[in-house]
């Protein structure tokens, strides 16, 4: 019945279906349920185009709210699209209904929906800001039964991902009191069982670095997105420039400038857009300073910057890039740990497309000090690890670096 459909059949079926779970009556919603089951166990849900969204929506709205046996075949239907592959929107039409609904059995249902459907897939599966944005909103509710399977939602993540999880549900206005209440039960709470279900051709687990890494990128995004962007030049006296870039001027001088006036203000999570064009003229003097404190200083500034300000800061950072890797060549840590970290952080924001200095990544390979050669290879190694599970991102890689791994194993060769 349902197996032979071409894509314009599959999105009529859509529409009939879409009408069918949102039946008024029990009786008659049931039988859509049941019937929507059955489709798409044979009919793969993202293959009827845009009625899986009004399908879901009106599960949402009606199905979870209906009967036992309704509630049973709404979560298995989620399931069904969540195996497919088709997640986003099932958690839109949860965050939609809850917008819509004042009735706070409903609200129970929605909230233990989403507590059912993070037990049986594993929190990895699902995208962390979806998961936030409507967390956030039902941790915050009046019926303790939906704050607390909101609360169990949240345990779910912290388990997998860690304190990040919190900070991003603080992130979005929630009352402190509820982030105690949050915080306790995630420290308290004993560890959750495997998950029993997960998605089709997926290698997603609850378990491993990998998976957990995921997700912990997911909320540091978030976290990113959410935050306010804060000014840093407006702070700045009007001797700044002329003194800190000054290789003469006093170690004290320089330093207590950079720490009273920059530094409190670039440690902001997000930074707001500027021209930084004069601030990295400054850093790029401070990089050859004399005094190795005020170098290590200088790319401490240029670490925060990049990641406060991410893409806004790629002009500055790619004219700054070779000097950066000149620097390699410094034995202390206070300068070579900063460092190092400064050049992930390009990679690892895509601030400066690493194809566009492959040459001297290449050139910096090849130097004739060995710190700088070993700092390139240290650097290839720590960005290539990050995307390991990332086959778009590692091709990439490769690719801009394939000239220097080449000169790396015939450097190899003539040493055996």
Request: charged share 25%; net charge positive.
């Amino acid at each position: 019945m349902f197996g032979s459909g071409n894509a314009e059949a599959a999105g009529t079926h859509g529409s009939c279906i879409a009408g069918a779970v949102k039946d008024t009556n029990a009786s008659a919603l049931e039988s859509g349920l049941e019937m929507t089951t059955k489709y798409f166990n044979v009919v793969q849900p993202s293959s009827i185009g845009d009625s899986i969204s009004r399908i879901l929506n009106n599960i949402s709205e009606k199905g979870i709210s209906g009967r036992p046996k309704a509630v049973t075949l709404s979560l298995e239907i989620f399931s069904l699209c969540i195996e497919d592959g088709t997640i986003s929107p099932v958690l839109s039409s949860l965050e939609t209904a809850l917008s819509k609904t004042k009735a706070v059995k409903h609200k129970q249902s929605i909230a233990s929906s989403l507590l059912s459907l993070v037990e049986s897939f594993g929190a990895p599966v699902f995208d962390f800001k979806q998961v936030v944005s409507l967390v956030s909103k039902l941790v915050q509710e009046s019926d303790d039964k939906v704050r607390k399977s909101a609360r169990a939602v949240v345990v779910a993540f912290y388990q997998f991902a860690g304190e990040g999880v919190i900070a991003s549900i603080k992130a979005k206005d929630v009352k402190s009191s509820t982030i105690a209440e949050i915080q306790k039960e995630c420290e308290t709470s004993p560890p959750l069982p495997e998950p029993t279900r997960k998605v089709k051709g997926s290698e997603a687990t609850t378990a491993g670095p990998k998976a957990a890494a995921a997700v912990q990128a997911s909320m540091a995004a978030s976290l990113y997105e959410e935050a306010e962007a804060q000014p840093v030049l407006k702070f700045l006296p009007k001797n700044f420039h002329s003194v800190v870039g000054d290789p003469k001027a006093k170690w004290s001088e320089k330093n207590g400038l950079v720490q009273e006036y920059l530094m409190p203000h670039v440690t902001s999570k997000k930074l707001q857009p500027d021209d930084y064009s004069e601030l990295a003229k400054t850093m790029k003097r401070c990089l050859s300073d004399p005094n190795v404190a005020m170098t290590a200083l200088a790319c401490k500034v240029l670490l925060n910057l990049c990641k406060g300000l991410r893409n806004h800061f790629s002009r500055e950072i790619r004219l700054l890039y070779p000097s950066l890797l000149d620097l390699m060549k410094e034995k202390k840590t206070a300068v070579s740990v900063p460092l190092q970290d400064t050049l992930f952080t390009v990679f690892e924001h895509d601030i400066v497309n690493i194809q566009d200095v492959q040459d001297d990544l290449l050139k910096a390979s090849g130097d004739k000090v060995t710190l700088v050669r070993l700092g390139v290879a240290s650097l290839i190694e720590r960005c290539a690890s990050s995307v390991a599970s990332n086959p778009e991102k590692c091709a990439k890689l490769m690719k801009a670096t394939s000239q220097l791994m080449t000169k790396s194993l015939m450097r190899i060769k003539t040493l055996v």
